[in-house]
């Protein structure tokens, strides 16, 4: 099974390109993570690396700390989750979706 399939039955990605805008403007934005975390939560990401990515950021923000490339595979590796995300690259392939996180929560809504 590819990193990018989840489980049987899942309703089909309205769009992998908007679930990769909301992760890199998470990524590469301080405060976006918070915005987004009172919009959505892990479940609405289709790939098993999305929601890895999400739970790895909700994790770092729970605890205070910062969110950007580094530690959130840093703590994709602390919780076991890496082999989902495979490698580093993966969260640098999703900042590539987005320039700033202005319409994160517009973003989310599609979601």
Known sequence: MSKTTIVM???????LEIEAAVLGA???QKDV???ANNLIGEDVFYTIAHKSIF???????NKGESIDILTVWQEL???GLNKDVESPAILTNVTKHVVSGENV??????L
């Open 9 to 15: 039955g899942q309703v089909p990605p309205q769009d």
């Open 26 to 28: 998470i990524l590469l």
């Open 33 to 35: 993570f918070a915005v």
């Open 55 to 61: 739970k790895a950021c909700k994790s770092l923000f």
């Open 77 to 79: 590796k602390s919780m």
């Open 105 to 110: 929560e517009f973003h989310c809504r599609i």
